[in-house]
Structures are given as structure tokens and as C-alpha cells.
């Protein structure tokens, strides 16, 4: 039974731990840098924990966060996104000290977290893979031999990482080398260790991931797909629930077999398998993601399953509760991430304070949010300030709900991404649900609005500028 649960992240899902554990009757311990002095679910927590020094290294500095769990009494440990939450050593640390991860076995941590392994995994379980190299690569000629063999366009991947980091698209042979360089740079630089792998590339692709949840007794459940093929740089803007475009018997297979890959290795808790789909409707496994995903809210909004509080459910030892048939979507949600960047300088990271903060609300609009007015947002990490999620019984209906609720959503103080969310939301082509991964790539150019919004956002940003100084005087 978990009585008291530690925290180990910061920000919008911290909070989001935070309201589960409370629904359940858990006391909650949250870590702070400090750097984080200041954020909400500091306040939130009933207890709270400043580790100082390094503003990363305090939410990574896995020996000290489990000796405040144990100092403060805590029986569990949950990890959050990003930081610690794929690392099988700290599972395997938290085993070792008698403290409940609430997230799968350390072995499938390990396994997942190793791209080439998993694909041989998943290859065994029956579920398509991309052809490419059978293993890590550091040699420059052994990886030009595979891209030969393999037919360009090729994709370069960092082998112990993700996120867009270390990853390169090369379509031409004569491109090879130096996009090889620079992805193992990257992947050094991120990850510690260079080594890449090799795949087909595959042009104008679907992102679609299932959301698993399996208990400790053998039950194996999803809880539909999501979309998430709209990205900048690889890395997710806008995720939806259920896929608006996805063909019917390609989502039964993707669903069937993924339910059925995770039965047979006996994974454990919650995980998120992650595939791209072709023009034609083949599927393909990228990789999976063993911890909460930071759009598990849009699977909430038309399963009504709260994910989180599963997750703590499934740890303590509980049974799932419920059958595959006892599952049912409603309507579409989807999320939008704001963050905190400005799109027409490369998405280029923002930081200083938030002069102003005025989220939407009303039916089927949900916020979960980590900043407020006068909050400054520190320079160290990720630029996702909030998420909006919102939910309709129809795909048009929901369209029309985003444009309402964006439209709404007021950040001043520094540049968000909120005028790229308008426009998208906006377009024929994404109100139709057709789009790629190529979709922002294509779309970027042609956001005239984009522009049009800049101007205003910038004139109301001088001019919070102005007035804070003005009060000041």
C-alpha cells in the first residue's frame, strides 16, 4: 500500500502526480532546484525539498532524491516524464533500497531503452520493423555500406536517445558523411555515447502510438491511439485522440498486435509503442516508451481512465479491474503544447518573466499548466510552459472548440508558440485531418497569420515591458 509518494520532476507533471495522489489519499514529497523555488507544484505538495547545486543535476542525482524518500518515509517513487524516468539503473536502485517505482519492470527500461535491442525484440514478437542496421554503429565506412544496402533516403538515429537528438534525414549519398558526423556529435554530446543506427527513411509517414497498460497478473489492455505526426524538429506539437484519418482494419492490427507483443513479454504498468505508417498502410514499430507520455491526457479526455492514478494502482499490486471490452472512446481530444519559443526565429527557446497569463476555459477545455503571471521561466529546461487539451463528441466540433479556446489562451512577457497553434487550427488541410510529419515543414512558409500575430505579440510584449518598468519607478 502506498501511503506517501515522492515526486522526482518538476513542472505541469509534477502538479499532475500531485492532484492524482491526492484523489487517492497519498501524501505527496516534491524535489526542487533552485531554479524552481518558485513553481506551483512546490506550493502543491505537502511537503517539498530543495536539492541545490546544478539546476539539471537535481532532478538526475538519483542516490540523493531516494535518500529524501527514505528519509521522509515515502513507500514510492514516481518518475514523471523525461530526467530519470527511463533510466534502469535508478529502477534498479529504487528495487534495491526497498522504494516502489511506479512505472515497469527495470528490465523492460533497459530493453526499451536500447533502440537496436527492442527492434530485434519487437521483430521476434511479430511486429513489424523498418530494414536497417542490426546493431550500434561508430565506423563511418561500415554506416555508408548499410545506407548503400539499405536504398537512400535513409534516417540516422542516436542509439541511446531520443527527442529529435542525434537524428538525421540524408536522402543522397554524396550528403552521407557529413550528416553522419554531426549526428554521432549530437549524439555524444546528449547522450554520452555516439553510436547511431541506420533505418529506411520513409517519406510523408504517420506518428501513431498506442497507450498499453498491463497489471502484475497477466492482463494486457490498450486504450486506443493517438496522432502525434504534427512536429517540429521531431519533436510532438499537437497530439490527438483517436486518429482522425486512421483507416479502420489498420487500427485494429496496430492495436491487436501491440496488445499482443506486450502480453508476451509480460511488461508491466503503463508503456506507449510508438509507429509510423506509410502511405500505403504498412505499419512500422519506432520505439516505446516505458513511463507516462506527456500526451496521456488526451487518452484520458475519450477513455475517462485516469492513466496516473492506474499507474500508482497497477505498482501497489492491484489488478487492472476492467476488461479490453470494457474500454470505450468517446468523441476526439487533442492536445496542444505551449512553449515557451518563438517559431519564426527556428523555434528558438524563450526565457524571462511572464508579464501576463490568462488560460481558456468552458466546456471539454482542460489546462494542465506549470506557469502564472510574474512567473519567470529559468533558462534550463524543456520550453513546454502548459498544455491545452480539449475534447468534442466530433472532429469538426473539436476543431472548432481548439480555435475558440486558443484564441482565448493570452501569454505576454515572452514569445510562445500560441500564434503557430492558431494557424494550424486554422488550416484547411489539419480541419480535414490531413497531415504527416511533413506537415509543419510544408505549412511554416504559409502561415501569413503567424507573421500578422508576431507583430501583435511583440507590440504587447514592448508594451508590458513598458508599463512593468513604468510601475517601478
Request: net charge neutral; hydrophobic share 40%; proline share 5%.
Amino acid at each position: 500500500m502506498i501511503r506517501k509518494l515522492l515526486i522526482a520532476n518538476r513542472g505541469e507533471i509534477a502538479t499532475r502526480i500531485i492532484r492524482a495522489c491526492k484523489e487517492l489519499g497519498i501524501k505527496t514529497v516534491a524535489i526542487y532546484s533552485e531554479a524552481d523555488a518558485k513553481s506551483i507544484y512546490v506550493k502543491k505538495a505537502d511537503e517539498s525539498y530543495l536539492i541545490p547545486g546544478d539546476p539539471i543535476q537535481a532532478y538526475l542525482n538519483y542516490f540523493r532524491i531516494v535518500d529524501i524518500a527514505k528519509a521522509t518515509k515515502c513507500d514510492a517513487i514516481h518518475p514523471g516524464y523525461g530526467f530519470l524516468s527511463e533510466n534502469p539503473d535508478f529502477a534498479r536502485y529504487c528495487q534495491k533500497q526497498g522504494i516502489i517505482l511506479v512505472g515497469p519492470k527495470p528490465e523492460h527500461i533497459a530493453l526499451f531503452g536500447d533502440k537496436m535491442a527492442s527492434k530485434k525484440a519487437m521483430k521476434k514478437l511479430g511486429v513489424p520493423v523498418l530494414p536497417g542496421s542490426d546493431g550500434p554503429i561508430s565506423d563511418l565506412n561500415e554506416a555508408k555500406k548499410i545506407a548503400k544496402d539499405i536504398g537512400y533516403p535513409v534516417i540516422i538515429k542516436a542509439a541511446y536517445g531520443g527527442g529529435g537528438r542525434g537524428m538525421r534525414i540524408v536522402r543522397e549519398e554524396k550528403d552521407f558523411e557529413d550528416a553522419f558526423k554531426s549526428a554521432y556529435g549530437e549524439a555524444k554530446k546528449f547522450f554520452g555515447k555516439g553510436d547511431v543506427f541506420i533505418e529506411k527513411y520513409i517519406e510523408n509517414p504517420r506518428h501513431i502510438e498506442v497507450q498499453i497498460m498491463a497489471d502484475k497478473y497477466g492482463n494486457v489492455i490498450h486504450l486506443g491511439e493517438r496522432d502525434c505526426s504534427i512536429q517540429r524538429r521531431h519533436q510532438k506539437v499537437v497530439e490527438i485522440a483517436p486518429s482522425p484519418n486512421l483507416d479502420s482494419d489498420l487500427r485494429r492490427e496496430i492495436l491487436r498486435t501491440s496488445v499482443k507483443a506486450m502480453f508476451k513479454i509480460g511488461y508491466e504498468n503503463v508503456g506507449t509503442i510508438e509507429y509510423i505508417v506509410d502511405e500505403n498502410n504498412n505499419f512500422y514499430f519506432i520505439e516505446m516508451n516505458t513511463r507516462i507520455q506527456v500526451e496521456h491526457t488526451v487518452t484520458e479526455m475519450i477513455t475517462g481512465v485516469d492513466i496516473v492514478q492506474r499507474m500508482i494502482e497497477i505498482a501497489e499490486g492491484e489488478k487492472l479491474g476492467f476488461l479490453q471490452e470494457d474500454i470505450t472512446t468517446r468523441g476526439y481530444a487533442i492536445e496542444f503544447r505551449i512553449n515557451a519559443e518563438d517559431p519564426t526565429k527556428n523555434f528558438a527557446p524563450s526565457v524571462g518573466k511572464i508579464t501576463s497569463y490568462y488560460s481558456p476555459g468552458g466546456p471539454g477545455v482542460r489546462i494542465d499548466g506549470a506557469v502564472y503571471k510574474d512567473y519567470v521561466i529559468p533558462p534550463y529546461y524543456d520550453s513546454m510552459i502548459a498544455k491545452l487539451v480539449v475534447w468534442a463528441l466530433t472532429w469538426d466540433q473539436v476543431v472548432n472548440r481548439a480555435q475558440r479556446a486558443l484564441d482565448e489562451f493570452i501569454v505576454r512577457g515572452v514569445p510562445t508558440n500560441l500564434p503557430l497553434l492558431r494557424a494550424i487550427v486554422r488550416d484547411k488541410d489539419f480541419r480535414e485531418g490531413k497531415f504527416t510529419t511533413k506537415y509543419l515543414d510544408e505549412k511554416l512558409p504559409t502561415f501569413k497569420i503567424l507573421a500578422e500575430e508576431k507583430n501583435l505579440e511583440d507590440l504587447a510584449v514592448a508594451i508590458s515591458a513598458a508599463l512593468a518598468a513604468y510601475h517601478k519607478l
